[in-house]
């Protein structure tokens, strides 16, 4: 079965404007997908069928926008892609900005992968992507809220990785590092160590769908990740906190 017929006929990714999401577009569209682009403000160029859908995931009406639009769509494979990061102490936060990111994180995701699994499950193939972080692996000062929803995505993923694989559904969690995108260049003061390009990432991904539960893309990023699991939990979260603080800046 080619990767086509196994996750096709279209792709739905969240957050597909830029970045990431746009990467996984790109290559979707190139191996014979339509894409599904969702996002505020859709609009990229792809060389096969395409749909874009101008909805904020954040909100109820948005996921409702999404899903009258794909209707009567046979979607093969969910990219849970968008997210939003409050940075700087949760104290100081504005609570709008916090809810904001839980509904855009959590919330969506979820409801995405409850309308759609399960047609999925009846064909008896698709896939499902989910975005995670590394900032979700321990605590990470700052971030933590961001970090909280991205450990959920995470360990949401394996978990239905497990549930569905029996029925020919394949889930992964992509846990990404720093990432070149445009996001990421407008609140950082500078490139973190290991920062890989948004392809690779979606490379990895797909690369692991349908072999194993999670997926670290980068070789830095993949020691990183190893090293930080094998310590005691205060230091990993000490030195999250170290090297978000490089890189976000005071």
Known sequence: ???????????????????????????????????????????LDLPGPKIEVAADLATPEGIETVLATV??????????????????????????????????????????????????????????????????????????LYAGTKAFGAVFAEGLWAELRTSGVDAVACVAGAVSTPGLAASTAKPAPGTVAPAEVVTAALEALGK?????????????????????????????GRASKDVLGP
């Open 212 to 240: 194993r539960p999670r997926v670290v893309p980068g070789a830095l990023m993949k020691v990183s990740s190893a090293i930080l699991s094998r310590l005691p939990r205060r230091t990993a979260i000490s030195i999250m």
């Open 71 to 144: 209707s009567g769509l046979e979607i093969g494979l969910l990219v849970a892609n968008a997210a939003l990061s409050p940075i700087g102490p949760f104290t100081t936060s504005d609570p709008a900005e916090l809810t904001r990111a839980i509904d855009l994180n959590v919330r969506a995701p979820m409801l995405l992968a409850r309308h759609f699994l399960p047609a999925m499950q009846d064909r008896g193939r698709g896939g499902f992507v989910v975005m995670s972080s590394l900032a979700g692996a321990q605590g990470s000062p700052n971030l933590s």
């Open 1 to 43: 079965m080619t990767f086509a017929e196994r996750y096709g006929p279209w792709a739905l990714v969240a957050g597909a404007s830029q970045g990431i999401g746009a990467a996984f577009a790109r290559e979707l569209s190139a191996r014979g997908l339509g894409v599904v682009l969702v996002a505020r403000h859709p609009a």
